[in-house]
C-alpha cells in the first residue's frame, strides 16, 4: 500500500509542471513564514489572521499567474537586457497595485480590516499598501526572469553543441567523399594499364580493387577502424600501383604489432600512402622507395610514411592527401592528435601522423 501511495505521488508530480510546483511551493513558504511570525512576535490574537493569509496567498497565486501570462504574452523575457530590466519594474509595480487592490477589497468586503485603518478610503490605503507588495511582486518576477534566463543559456548551450557535432559530422562525410573518388581514380588507372598487356594480370588486379572498395565502403560509417585494417587495404593499393610502377616502387614496412589494434581514421594511411606515390614515386625517373612505420613512443601512437622524392611547395604541402588528414585530425581529435610533413633529407619526404593513445 506505502509503494502504490509513493507512485501514486510520483505520478502527480510528473503530471505538474515546474512552474506550479514552484508556484505552491512559494506560496506556501509565504502562509508558513507569515504563520511563523504571528507565533511568535504577536502581542495580541487575531481570529481573521488565518482566513486572511489563506486568501492573500490564493489571491497573490492568482495575480502572479496573470502576471505571468502578461510577461509571456509580451516575450519580456525574450528582449534586450535594457528593456528586461524594465518591463520587470513596470510590471512588478503594476501587479502590486493590482494584488494591494485585491485584498484591500476582499479585507473590507468581509470586515477583516484593522480597526486603524477604517477611515481610509480604498485607493488611498492600496497606495501605501502597494510599497509593500511590489517587493512580492519583485522577488518573483527576479526569480522567473533568472530561471528563464538560465533555461535560455542552457538551451543554447545545447544548441551549440548539437550544431558543432553536426557540422563535425558533414565535415567528416565531405572529406570522406572527396576521399573514395581520389582512391578510385587512381586505382582504375593502374588496372586500366594492364587490361591490354597482360588481361591475366588485370583480372587479378581488379580482384583486389573490389577488396579495397569493400573496405573503403565500409570506411563510411565508421569514425574509426583498426590500424590492421587499415594496413591491409594499403598493402592491396600498393599491389595495384606495384603493376604501373614495376621495379620503380619499393615498399618497407616497420610495423610493430601491437600497433595493429589501434584505432586510426579510416582511409587515412591509404590518403597519406597515395599522396606519396603522386608527389613522389611518380616524379623520380628511377623511381624509389615507400616506407612505413608504426610504433608506440612516448604513450602516443606514431604512424611514418617516407617516400623518395622532394617537398615541392604548395604541390606537396597543401594537397588534397595533406588537407584531408588535417582536417580529419582536427575533427576526431581537436588539438590532441598532430600530422607533420616535412623534407628530412635530399632525397626524402616524411609525413607523420601522432595520436595520443587515450583516443579511440
Aim: aromatic share 12%; proline share 2%.
Amino acid at each position: 500500500m506505502g509503494l502504490n501511495c509513493c507512485l501514486h505521488l510520483y505520478n502527480m508530480r510528473s503530471k505538474i509542471s515546474t512552474y506550479w510546483l514552484c508556484q505552491l511551493a512559494g506560496w506556501s513558504a509565504y502562509i508558513l513564514v507569515w504563520t511563523f511570525f504571528y507565533f511568535s512576535i504577536r502581542t495580541k490574537s487575531n481570529p481573521n489572521f488565518f482566513p486572511n493569509l489563506f486568501t492573500e496567498a490564493l489571491c497573490g497565486l492568482i495575480t502572479t499567474h496573470i502576471m505571468r501570462l502578461v510577461i509571456s504574452w509580451g516575450g519580456f523575457v525574450n528582449k534586450t537586457l535594457l528593456k528586461q530590466i524594465l518591463s520587470l519594474v513596470f510590471i512588478s509595480f503594476l501587479f502590486a497595485f493590482i494584488f494591494a487592490f485585491e485584498m484591500i477589497c476582499v479585507e473590507r468586503h468581509f470586515g477583516w480590516e484593522n480597526e486603524a485603518v477604517k477611515g481610509y478610503s480604498i485607493i488611498n490605503l492600496t497606495i501605501r499598501s502597494s510599497v509593500f507588495t511590489f517587493l512580492y511582486m519583485l522577488i518573483w518576477n527576479l526569480i522567473y526572469y533568472a530561471y528563464h534566463y538560465i533555461q535560455r543559456s542552457r538551451k543554447e548551450q545545447i544548441d551549440r553543441i548539437r550544431l558543432e557535432s553536426l557540422v563535425k559530422e558533414l565535415e567528416l562525410k565531405t572529406i570522406k567523399s572527396h576521399i573514395n573518388p581520389h582512391f578510385i581514380f587512381n586505382a582504375l588507372n593502374s588496372i586500366r594499364a594492364l587490361v591490354d598487356e597482360n588481361p591475366v594480370r588485370a583480372r587479378t588486379a581488379i580482384t583486389e580493387l573490389s577488396n579495397i572498395l569493400r573496405s573503403s565502403m565500409q570506411a563510411e560509417k565508421l569514425e574509426t577502424a583498426p590500424f590492421e585494417r587499415e594496413l591491409n587495404i594499403v598493402k592491396d593499393y600498393l599491389a595495384l600501383e606495384h603493376i604501373r610502377f614495376e621495379d620503380r616502387l619499393r615498399v618497407e614496412y616497420i610495423i610493430n604489432d601491437q600497433t595493429l589494434d589501434t584505432h586510426v581514421p579510416p582511409m587515412m594511411l591509404q590518403t597519406l600512402v597515395e599522396n606519396a606515390i603522386k608527389h613522389g614515386i611518380s616524379k623520380m625517373k628511377d623511381g624509389g622507395l615507400i616506407k612505413i612505420i608504426a610504433e608506440f613512443k612516448n604513450n602516443n601512437f606514431e604512424l611514418t610514411i617516407e617516400n623518395t622524392g622532394e617537398l615541392n611547395g604548395i604541390a606537396s604541402s597543401d594537397g588534397f592527401g595533406v588537407a584531408s588528414t588535417h582536417n580529419r585530425l582536427s575533427i576526431l581529435y581537436g588539438n590532441n592528435a598532430t600530422f607533420e610533413l616535412k623534407q628530412i633529407n635530399d632525397a626524402t619526404v616524411q609525413a607523420k601522423v601522432i595520436i595520443p593513445l587515450n583516443n579511440k
